[in-house]
């Protein structure tokens, strides 16, 4: 009764929360930036696996070098980056643990009750998709998609400005 | 079928590209020499040091050659000879080959080794310089596509090479694949003069074999892709499609290896400057003059 | 109500409770920010799911999905901006540290 | 100077003088007396050629103070004059070995011109400074031994029984010048109807205090513990006489109503103290009685309506009775106390002395030649002439017999009996002293008729009045020679030798109520004070009570307030413990909870 695509979809989600539990249980900072990145790369793939095949790839583009970023950051700032000290790095886990599980239940019991509505016809192939995609961004949605790009732009410059340490002007001390 | 005839083909072009690359290192053609050493690699004992991640280590050389392999399949032959014909096929060559960075960064990370870590880390500091460089150049050849088929990117090449359609590009897209590559003067992450051979330093045996062919695949999906975007991929005069996409490739490969042997190891620093301030406006300025010539021209 | 779109939004509920979980129970910002990463995440595989199985034919669906990635590359990019003014300052990103609005 | 001025200022100089120099005291004073002395018979000399002088000074306005030389004043000064000279030649001999001489003759000079100022007064302002100052001078005169034991207690006494006693003259004073607008006493003098009725019995309530009658005559006895020149001066001739010429000079103004109360009052002191002195075993006490008894004839004879007879006594009296105590003076150097029984047959030892004394003694009895005869007969002729005859005639003659047996009594214990007499010093002043007032009191019944023309009035005359004023003098005197005083009274003798205290006299009488009036007004006033103590002390305690409530109530409000808030605020704090993960667990739950009423309108809807 459930379609390949349902078995893939299902198998990919498993495969991205089995990923996103291993983020927050290994010590190794390393470790638990690259099960992030592999999570999302699983969700990637169920992207694919729902024939959004664009989004499927830009998804595991961006993250393969947006969570190795994450890591050498996570080696840079954490204490023990190897996880070899056994640390615990973790505190209030039990209302966090009850937040985590009230919030996912709160959606599953969205998803479950509302009604969707009629399902959707099957999609255009994926050419056609990535056209309309690009017709779609450049045509309505275009003043959206400059905000968006300008954002970006903006979170860059002020993120470096953050970064940048304070010049120490000769006036200064 | 045709899967089984382009692994076949690969397979040949691989053990072309090891000799070649064989000869380039160490001066003198011997078309036995890729043979000769992988045996010899997988003779020897291999070695686990004692604190390290094990799963890194493992998957390492692995995911090396799975993303090269990747790559791979979506680059066209010949006109029906590929793996898969991916709508987004261009973006998926990019996308697979990000994964050489991870892998990488495992092996860095994985043996516990200052050398393979500094190795790795450093690798990853060189993708970050370049990673735009070669998205940009594949967005103005699909530009002039208007498609990221890429069979309908070399369908688009019929007239006019995109070499010449769009050189800047070219010089853009062949430096960020020779370094992303990591072949002289980018071999940063296995530099052998200051980290002692980095990231491959802490390989031996089996493992050391596999992460080399990984390498091997993929200077040749690199090459190949070279030839899809800018040499017109298949076409050619009188040679059957398959021997020209053969010659290109191997003459694209040869020259990736060549081209950087003389001149010295970039540092990152130098490599990120060049890449941010001088490659990116170059890129876009690429894809302003494609965006321009498509309009213009019929 | 197909069963695919209801595993898609299982995985996305999952995704973000694990997410609510990481960031709460945290004390390292990089790790909050991964927390948060997970909870984006969630939500764009709802999207897509919403895109797949409701609105198949409109490109808006895939529009979101793209201001979403935005959304998450935004906020790794202030996030890490913020660390490392934090690591400068303080020397460490411990967040049970950063309770004194004063420095 | 005027006369008047140079009577009053010449002992009042001679005081000062002595105060000052503290030297040759006696000199000093002889000197003052003399020029007064010679002023006032200047002024006598005056009168008798009626160019009476009139002195005005600038007294309160509207009331200026007289001093007036009629013939009776002009008479009154020179008596005064002439008996304070002589005294005080007596008293240079008797003081002469006394340490304090100066205080003595200081106080003796101030009495000297007090009197003289009361007699010369024309005004009630003056009279009343006068009067006032001559108590005075009575209360230091008596207390002038102040360290002998009694003399502060006779002192006192004297002082508030005369006191309370002026307090009559005051009120009737004060009717009189609120009556007639005027402090002039003869213009005073004519007022009539109540007014004058109630002004005339106040002055006798005066007159018995100053002259020593029936309820008050007991200090005048006790007053005997000064020295006796004083006795001689003051409790015989001038002092006491101030209230009978009080009442001679209003006698115009006196209703028939009050001259016969003043009848009465004076016959009932002639005849008890007449018994007293019979009763008396002291010498000085014994003169004393006599005197509050002479004194009550004349108020008899002021009650029979004939002031001139009583002015006549009072001139007779004052000679006769202080020559009697200079002589008693010297018996009591000679034998150290004035006790009768002491005093037995020193008048052997002191012939010449005693010779004076008896002289004195039978011109007060009122044997013809002497000057007592004519003032007395003349008393007893008024008594009979006068309306109410029946009442004061036999008071008057029963004290005439009185007298005559009192001093005989006297006389029989100074001869009989035997004592060690001692030598007395200074015998010459005081001889010649007591030799001047013998003379004056045997001489001056030839005087009368020049005193009368003087006055311008007639004495009644009356052989009944003679016969009877003979006839009970020598009973008088065979009686008091031959009997005991004890078997004279017989039953009356305890009761006389207290002095006739009815009921404990005085002492009950006035002093204790007083005392116990004092006492509960004392008791009234510490209740008020510790009434008054006790609101203070609820005040104090109401105030610590609210200041107790204050602090424990309100600041303890405060302070909890203070601290409730302080914990709610710790509390609240909790929450923004800037802890980043504690932040987002909020905003989860915050939002989990906005979520969770979203959807709960939304079903509900």
Redesign the interface.
């Known amino acids: 009764m459930i379609s390949a695509q349902g078995l893939f979809i299902a198998f990919f989600g498993l495969a991205a929360v089995c990923f996103g539990v291993a983020v927050f249980r290994t010590s190794s900072m390393v470790r638990s930036a690259l099960a992030l990145l592999f999570s999302q790369t699983a969700i990637g793939a169920m992207f694919l696996s729902m024939q959004a095949e664009f989004l499927g790839v830009l998804q595991i583009m961006m993250m393969a070098t947006e969570m190795s970023i994450m890591a050498i950051f996570m080696v840079m700032f954490m204490m023990d980056p190897g996880g070899l000290g056994k640390m615990e790095m973790t505190h209030q886990k039990g209302l966090s643990l009850i937040s985590g599980s009230i919030a996912f239940m709160a959606a599953v019991a969205v998803a479950v009750f509302v009604d969707w509505g009629p399902g959707g016809a099957s999609p255009p192939d994926a050419a056609r998709q990535t056209r309309e995609l690009g017709i779609e961004l450049l045509g309505r949605s275009m003043l959206i998609f400059e905000t968006a790009g300008i954002t970006i732009l903006t979170a860059m410059i002020a993120a470096t400005a953050v970064a940048i340490q304070p010049l120490k002007r000769s006036g200064d001390r | 079928m045709t899967t089984l005839l382009v692994l076949l083909s690969l397979t040949v072009g691989v053990y072309l590209v090891a000799v070649l690359e064989a000869w380039t290192t160490n001066g003198h053609f011997r078309i036995a020499a890729p043979l000769c050493s992988a045996l010899a690699l997988l003779g020897r004992e291999s070695i686990v040091p004692r604190k390290a991640d094990r799963i890194f280590f493992e998957a390492a050389p692995i995911l090396l050659l799975t993303s090269a392999l990747l790559g791979a399949a979506v680059i066209p032959l010949a006109p029906a000879l590929i793996v898969t014909d991916l709508a987004t096929g261009a973006l998926f060559l990019n996308a697979a080959l990000a994964y050489v960075l991870v892998a990488l960064l495992m092996a860095g990370w994985g043996p516990d080794g200052a050398y393979a870590m500094v190795g790795g880390w450093r690798f990853l500091g060189q993708v970050i310089a370049y990673a735009m460089l070669i998205v940009m150049p594949i967005m103005a050849v699909a530009m002039r596509a208007e498609s990221l088929l890429t069979t309908e990117i070399v369908a688009s090449q019929a007239g006019l090479w995109n070499i010449l359609y769009q050189p800047l590009g070219f010089v853009l897209f062949f430096a960020a694949a020779m370094a992303l590559a990591f072949v002289p003067p980018f071999d940063l992450p296995t530099a052998q003069g200051e980290l002692a051979g980095g990231v491959e330093g802490e390989y031996t045996g089996v493992r050391l074999a596999v992460f080399r062919l990984g390498r091997m695949v993929l200077i040749l999906t690199l090459a190949a892709a070279t030839v899809t975007f800018y040499l017109g991929g298949w076409q050619g005069p009188l040679l059957p499609p398959w021997a020209w996409s053969a010659i290109k490739t191997l003459a694209v490969a040869a020259t990736m290896l060549l081209a950087g042997r003389m001149m010295p190891r970039i540092r990152e620093a130098h490599l990120l400057a060049w890449g941010w301030k001088l490659g990116i406006p170059l890129a876009l300025l690429n894809i302003f003059l494609v965006g321009v010539l498509v309009l213009v021209l019929p | 109500?197909?069963?695919?779109?209801?595993?898609?939004?299982?995985?996305?509920?999952?995704?973000?409770?694990?997410?609510?979980?990481?960031?709460?129970?945290?004390?390292?910002?990089?790790?909050?920010?991964?927390?948060v990463?997970?909870m984006l995440?969630?939500a764009?595989?709802n999207l897509?799911?919403f895109?797949?199985?409701?609105?198949?034919?409109t490109?808006?669906g895939?529009?979101f999905?793209?201001?979403v990635?935005?959304v998450?590359?935004?906020e790794?990019?202030?996030g890490?901006?913020?660390?490392?003014?934090r690591?400068?300052a303080r020397g460490?990103?411990e967040?049970?540290e950063?309770?004194?609005?004063k420095g | 100077m005027s006369l008047i001025a140079t009577t009053i200022l010449a002992p009042l100089s001679a005081m000062v003088l002595i105060l000052l120099l503290r030297r040759i005291p006696a000199a000093l004073a002889l000197t003052g007396a003399g020029i007064g002395l010679i002023a006032s018979l200047g002024l006598l000399s005056g009168a008798f050629h009626a160019t009476g002088e009139a002195l005005m000074l600038p007294g309160l306005p509207g009331l200026p103070l007289r001093l007036a030389a009629t013939p009776l004043t002009a008479l009154l000064s020179s008596l005064v004059a002439v008996i304070g000279g002589l005294v005080l030649v007596y008293a240079v001999g008797y003081m002469s070995r006394d340490p304090e001489r100066p205080r003595f003759f200081a106080t003796m000079l101030l009495f000297v011109s007090a009197m003289q100022t009361l007699v010369l007064a024309g005004d009630w302002v003056l009279l009343l400074a006068a009067w006032e100052l001559i108590g005075l001078c009575s209360y230091l005169l008596i207390g002038f031994w102040y360290r002998r034991p009694g003399v502060r207690a006779a002192a006192t006494r004297a002082f508030l029984v005369t006191r309370s006693a002026d307090l009559g003259l005051y009120l009737a004073v004060f009717i009189l010048i609120a009556s007639t607008g005027t402090s002039d006493i003869e213009t005073t003098l004519n007022t009539g109807g109540s007014t004058a009725v109630v002004a005339a019995l106040l002055l006798l309530v005066a007159v018995m205090g100053k002259s020593a009658q029936t309820p008050l005559h007991d200090w005048l006895q006790r007053a005997m513990a000064g020295p006796t020149p004083v006795s001689a001066l003051l409790h015989s001739a001038t002092l006491v006489a101030a209230g009978a010429i009080l009442l001679i000079r209003t006698a115009p103004m006196l209703p028939p109503e009050a001259l016969l109360m003043v009848g009465i009052v004076g016959g009932i002191t002639t005849v008890v103290t007449g018994l007293i002195a019979l009763g008396e075993g002291d010498l000085k006490r014994l003169l004393a009685a006599s005197t509050s008894s002479q004194y009550g004839l004349m108020l008899v004879a002021v009650g029979a309506g004939v002031p001139l007879a009583a002015l006549l006594h009072l001139i007779a009296h004052a000679a006769i009775k202080s020559s009697l105590f200079l002589g008693a003076g010297v018996f009591q150097h000679s034998r150290g106390s004035t006790l009768l029984a002491e005093l037995g047959g020193v008048g052997r030892a002191k012939p010449r002395v005693f010779l004076g004394f008896v002289l004195s003694a039978l011109a007060l009895a009122g044997i013809p030649p002497l000057s007592g005869f004519f003032s007395k007969d003349a008393i007893i002729a008024a008594t009979l002439a006068s309306s109410n005859a029946p009442l004061l005639g036999p008071l008057a003659v029963a004290g005439t017999l009185l007298t005559g047996a009192y001093m005989a009594r006297a006389l029989r214990i100074l001869w009989h009996g035997d004592g060690t007499t001692r030598k007395v010093a200074g015998l010459g002043w005081m001889g010649s002293g007591l030799a001047g007032l013998v003379a004056l009191a045997a001489g001056l019944g030839s005087a009368f008729p020049a005193i009368e023309s003087l006055l311008g009035a007639r004495l009644p005359e009356g052989t009944l009045a003679q016969v009877l004023g003979l006839g009970a003098a020598s009973g008088g005197l065979l009686l008091g020679w031959s009997v005991r005083g004890r078997r004279l009274l017989g039953p009356l003798w305890p009761w006389a030798q207290q002095g006739f205290a009815i009921a404990g006299g005085l002492d009950t009488w006035v002093v204790r109520p007083a005392l116990a009036v004092a006492r509960g007004c004392e008791g009234l006033e510490r209740r008020l004070y510790d009434g008054v103590l006790a609101t203070g002390r609820l005040g104090l305690g109401i105030g610590r009570a609210v200041r107790y409530s204050d602090e424990q109530g309100i600041d303890r409000l405060i302070s909890a307030l203070v601290r409730g808030t302080v914990d709610l605020g710790a509390r609240a704090r909790r929450l923004q413990s800037g802890l980043i993960h504690r932040e987002l667990a909020i905003t989860v739950v915050g939002t989990a909870l906005i979520f969770a009423t979203m959807l709960i309108t939304l079903l509900a809807s």
Not at chain 3, 1 to 18: D, K, N, P, R
Not at chain 3, 51 to 57: A, E, G, I, S, Y
Not at chain 3, 80 to 85: K, T
Not at chain 3, 98 to 101: G, H, V
């Open positions: 109500m197909s069963i695919e779109l209801l595993s898609a939004l299982v995985t996305g509920a999952a995704l973000f409770g694990v997410g609510v979980y990481g960031a709460l129970s945290q004390t390292n910002l990089v790790m909050i920010m991964m927390g990463e997970l995440a969630g764009l595989v897509v799911a895109w797949r199985f409701l609105h198949p034919d490109p808006a895939q529009m999905v793209l201001i990635m935005t998450m590359a935004v790794m990019a202030v890490f901006g913020v660390a490392i003014a690591f400068r460490s990103v967040m049970e950063a309770s004194e609005l």
